[in-house]
Nanobody, 124 residues
Framework: VQLQASGGGLVQAGGSLRLSCAASGRAFSRYDMAWFRQAPGQEREFVAHISWSGVSTNYEDSVKGRFTISRDNAKKMVYLQMNSLKPEDTGVYYC??????????????????WGQGTLVTVSS
């Protein structure tokens, strides 16, 4: 599986962005997917997870109620709608795929495939 993240940019606090992750490979619909982010000088952290079916979603506490993860298996796409953005949301956002069916996991090393990252900058 190859993943390509896009949609990042510069936005003012309170604004919105929609990130997209395009996947290749026939098995995409069987993979759980997630978004992670890495702020400057910080470790990569979990943001959101979605099950292979799209029925189950999970979020890091600081983004609950503001971010929404979704997927379209027919299009092999995963999305992260980010609303009410804050300066602390700034970072490089990565999409990731889990092919092992581990369910809801937050540990980045459990994911098997990664996109190249897209930069989100939120100004105050």
């Amino acid at each position: 599986v190859q993943l390509q993240a896009s949609g990042g940019g510069l936005v003012q606090a309170g604004g919105s962005l929609r990130l997209s992750c395009a996947a290749s490979g026939r098995a995409f619909s069987r993979y759980d997917m997630a978004w992670f982010r890495q702020a400057p000088g910080q470790e990569r952290e979990f943001v959101a997870h979605i099950s292979w079916s799209g029925v189950s979603t999970n979020y890091e506490d600081s983004v609950k109620g503001r971010f929404t993860i979704s997927r379209d298996n027919a299009k092999k796409m995963v999305y992260l709608q980010m609303n009410s953005l804050k300066p602390e949301d700034t970072g490089v956002y990565y999409c990731a795929a889990d092919e092992d069916g581990l369910g809801y996991i937050r540990r980045d090393y459990e994911y098997d495939y990664w996109g190249q990252g897209t930069l989100v900058t939120v100004s105050s």
